[in-house]
């Protein structure tokens, strides 16, 4: 849970304590904010309900493999 007087666009990067969207308690993890099209929210909310698992566990994989991927290729002199 993010602290009360920081803002939901600051880059403040606040400890986990209590969590309960499946991250590692002593990972530090920060809110971010993203503007997704609406037929994507619905399927992501619907493939959530489906599987029981927390939409912001299938964000988080998504932006990990989106960091392997242009990783590999800021690896070999391209820029991520």
Do not use: C, F, W
Not at 47 to 76: F, W
Request: a negative charge; glycine letters at 4%.
């Amino acid at each position: 849970m993010q602290d009360a007087s920081a803002s939901p666009m600051s880059s403040e990067v606040t400890p986990a304590s209590a969590d309960s969207n499946g991250t590692d308690a002593s990972e530090s993890v920060v809110s971010t904010h993203v503007l997704v099209p609406i037929e994507q929210v619905h399927k992501l909310r619907e493939l959530a309900r489906r599987t029981r698992i927390h939409q912001s566990e299938y964000l988080r994989e998504a932006v990990e493999d989106l960091l392997s991927k242009y990783g590999k290729q800021a690896n070999n002199g391209g820029e991520l």
